[in-house]
């Protein structure tokens, strides 16, 4: 008597921590989210650029700070241990990449050189809510060899209002400060430790404005009615250049400052087309990134105020001076699309629908002539219809289920025998006979 | 007397080897290729899903063979070579990954689940011409829980027709055969070791008929008679049906021939409606992995005939029995992007021209109002033109001068006062009011 072998249970594939994957219907508006975001980055005469999803080693490490301990190397998975060390790298964000790009290709390139570029990037982060292993970035940035007009510093705030309003991503506000402006206020107070000093203000929206006073005193030895001057500006916060006034106020007198203010300035002014609410002077901004000089930006959901900033950026004098001789200045900013996404997602605030894009099923009557329906949905097809055949010698309604369960919102019946055919509006239940003019509603 | 620090050589990045990576002109032609490619994709209903770069290696590793030695595993950089195996790597295809969507999403999908999907996917390979450590694949699948309908092993190679056709790749063959087919008729020959016969006639296209007769003959011990069958078969190659009574003619008798015969004949005769010369039936083709069990598909760019295939794929019966206690049959294509891309455009045969999508350039007139300038370029965006603005305060000639290397066919010029604005057109060089009706010809 022979036994049935026994099978082995089958492995059960598991989501990987920290790395997102979804379901047809939720990518299908992904999909419309990274459209539109292009349309408008294209709108605006940026060029899309790709680039590997590995750097080498050492141009990675080049920047320095917390992201080198997150950065996953490549080895081949057979290779033995005692291989020389891995050569190259993923990327943890987009500017690294650029900065080489430029540098690499510096003479083919245009310049004002507008770019942008939307690619995965890796970080061997914890994984918690907005912080992933692998999340998607899309970035804008403008890199001249000299001087890059502080017009671009103002576009680009107005693209990302374009595209936030476009997405839908709810309530958001875009705050716009300039790091002249902290410097100059710090070093008009006498302030030694400036860079310290303004990595405990940009710690203003977590430890509020005690929590800043107290570091600042008892952190940096700051006198306790500098210290409160320094809270005070960080408290400013305007919708128009009102906060000009306000900052003079304070009464600290600094050259930095006053070049500071007139580009912040600058930038609110030039973008007075955009509603009021969205964009505001919130002097609180530092940026931690030392390479940003000038205007920095960070955007936040408003529905979220726990959740990090959806998007940011600013502008930086020296790109790419580790691989040329020279100096290249910028603005740019970079708007973390897996971060919103995924929290709107959570939040059932994702318009979720049909799980196919399909306009059309066209249907196979049992024991047709399938050339004549294969031409039927070529027909559509050919007029920009998304159609779709059910090619299984099924009944109609096990068909008409198939549409259903898939979110497709027509289906046809071909006319037997030179009979025009029907179209059923599965929405209405609605059938009618159609031309070969019609199209989806 | 001080002296000027000496300053230490900048770092020079170049290219990684294996890696492409292409200049914004080049880059934009590769988007339209991706958005010709995705909307065929869809206008047939193919669904889009994207999967993360990483897999388990568990996962990565079940398929087996030769792939395995090219997996990319990822480490943190920083941690110490005693750490734990890493658990993740790069996917090396998009088969494998879909495979694994497929079990773990099964309950939230419907079937038949036919979807596309465009990643990159990364392999240790020795970098040679055709073959990249990173490159792109766009690969369709249709999976279903019994049977998939032979129908869709019609549509597939009509889809890939589209797409070729739509792209330009020059003259292409696609080239079906059936697995049952090359199974049966051995099987009839008395053949003990089919697999490896299979293995040494897919060699065809290389060694030759010479090569594979003499391969069977001194490798498996098969007759020099029965041999020169296995070659006659692989020396048939049609347009139409008529491949089976060629194959009759060879005298073999095999239920699972006929059966194979009976498919082949199925798919070739529902792709008629394609122009003569682009489909054939031939079967010298076999694919090398095993996990094919019927249509099997192969293309190859006919300028190129040493060239690799560019597209490849076959039907298969069991896709998810790794990780499900079922068996899911279907049919796939998978289109090597870069391959077909990097060839065509070494060969020079893109079309690549401007270095920018920009439609309209505007002029800033210096000393202008920057709002009303701003304003125009807003007034053409929203019409759906790509309108770039020159921000810097330079004089005209120098902005012509950047829209001509940028290729931006036409430049505005704000009127002042009041004055209607002017177009120029950069090819022909006339100039023309506007009104703001106007749009880009």
């Not at 349309?39 to 917390?66: H, M």
């Not at 940035?141 to 595209?163: K, W």
């Not at 059309?360 to 024991?367: A, C, D, F, I, T």
């Not at 008409?400 to 209405?428: M, W």
Request: net charge negative; hydrophobic share 40%; glycine share 8%.
């Amino acid at each position: 008597m022979s036994t049935k072998p026994s099978t082995p249970a089958p492995y059960k594939p598991e989501p990987i921590t920290g790395y997102t994957e979804w379901l047809p219907e939720v990518r299908l508006v992904e999909l419309r989210w990274l459209d539109h975001i292009r349309s408008v980055f294209e709108s605006y005469g940026f060029c899309n650029i790709e680039t590997p999803a590995v750097e080498e080693i050492e141009v990675l490490s080049a920047k320095g700070g917390d992201t080198e301990k997150e950065i996953y190397a490549l080895r081949r998975l057979y290779e033995s241990p005692n291989d020389a060390e891995p050569r190259v790298a993923l990327h943890y964000d987009l500017t690294v990449p650029m900065a080489r790009y430029v540098a690499q290709h510096y003479n083919d390139l245009v310049f004002p050189f507008k770019r942008y570029q939307m690619q995965k990037v890796w970080r061997g982060e914890r994984p918690q809510e907005g912080r992933y292993r692998e999340f998607l970035q899309c970035d804008i940035d403008v890199i001249d060899n000299e001087d890059v007009s502080m017009s671009f510093d103002a576009e680009l705030p107005i693209i990302v209002y374009e595209i936030f309003q476009g997405l839908g991503v709810g309530p958001f506000s875009i705050n716009v400060n300039n790091r002249k402006i902290l410097q100059g206020f710090y070093q008009g107070l006498g302030i030694e430790q400036v860079t310290e000093a303004i990595r405990i203000a940009d710690k203003f929206d977590k430890i509020g404005a005690d929590g800043v006073l107290k570091s600042l005193v008892e952190q940096l030895n700051i006198p306790a009615d500098v210290a409160a001057k320094c809270v005070a500006l960080a408290q400013i916060r305007t919708g128009d250049s009102s906060f000009v006034e306000r900052v003079r106020a304070l009464g600290v007198q600094s050259e930095l400052l006053e070049t500071g203010l007139t580009e912040l300035q600058f930038v609110i002014d030039h973008m007075k087309d955009i509603p009021a609410g969205h964009i505001w002077a919130d002097l609180s901004i530092a940026r931690g990134l030392d390479y940003y000089t000038g205007t920095v930006y960070e955007c936040k959901l408003l529905d979220y105020p726990g959740y990090p900033s959806v998007c940011s950026g600013g502008r930086y004098e020296n790109l790419v001076g580790a691989y040329l001789r020279k100096k290249l200045p910028g603005v740019g900013l970079s708007i973390g699309l897996t971060r919103i996404f995924a929290k709107l997602l959570k939040d059932g605030k994702l318009p979720v629908a049909a799980k196919s894009g399909t306009q059309l099923l066209v249907v196979y009557p049992q024991g047709a002539d399938r050339d004549a329906v294969r031409r039927i949905a070529a027909h559509y097809r050919a007029k920009g219809v998304k159609v779709e055949m059910y090619h299984e010698d099924k009944k109609t309604p096990k068909q008409l289920q198939y549409a259903v369960r898939k979110g497709i919102p027509y289906v046809l019946f071909p006319g037997a025998d030179g009979a025009p055919h029907q179209v059923k509006n599965l929405a209405t239940g609605e059938q009618v006979e159609v031309t070969a003019d019609w199209l989806p509603g």
